[in-house]
């Protein structure tokens, strides 16, 4: 069993910045690949970025590439999400995941935090 347990999300302004933290307690976080993704109201979870278990390759939706960075310390079993010229349509319940496999499925993924909101004002 892996816990996952988000922070950092809150409301921002537009163009502005947050970093969200992921902290992984249980089995060896080092052994997990980790995403991060996303769901705004009336909408399904969509994949947002994810990371290999070293941190040695890195994936992003289309829609954050450029503006969003997902990256891990492995000796703090913490996965970030720094997210930079944040946009109204940003806004969302942000999840952080963990899996054996590096995927951009919400599928693919056995283990899910409950999530922090992320609220972007225009």
């Known amino acids: 069993q892996v816990q996952l347990v988000e922070s950092g999300g809150e409301q921002v302004q537009a163009g502005g910045s947050l970093r969200l933290s992921c902290a992984a307690s249980g089995r060896i976080f080092s052994t997990y690949a980790m995403g991060w993704f996303r769901q705004a109201p009336g909408k399904e979870r969509e994949f947002v970025a994810a990371?290999?278990?070293?941190?040695?390759?890195?994936y992003y939706a289309d829609s954050v590439k450029g503006r969003f960075t997902i990256s891990r310390d492995n000796a703090k079993n913490t996965v970030y999400l720094q997210m930079n010229s944040l946009k109204a349509e940003d806004t969302a319940v942000y999840y952080c995941?963990?899996?054996?496999?590096?995927?951009?499925?919400?599928?693919?993924?056995?283990?899910w935090g409950k999530g922090t909101q992320v609220t972007v004002s225009s």
């Open positions: 990371i290999r278990r070293s941190g040695s390759s890195t």
């Open positions: 995941a963990a899996d054996r496999a590096y995927s951009a499925l919400p599928s693919n993924y056995a283990y």
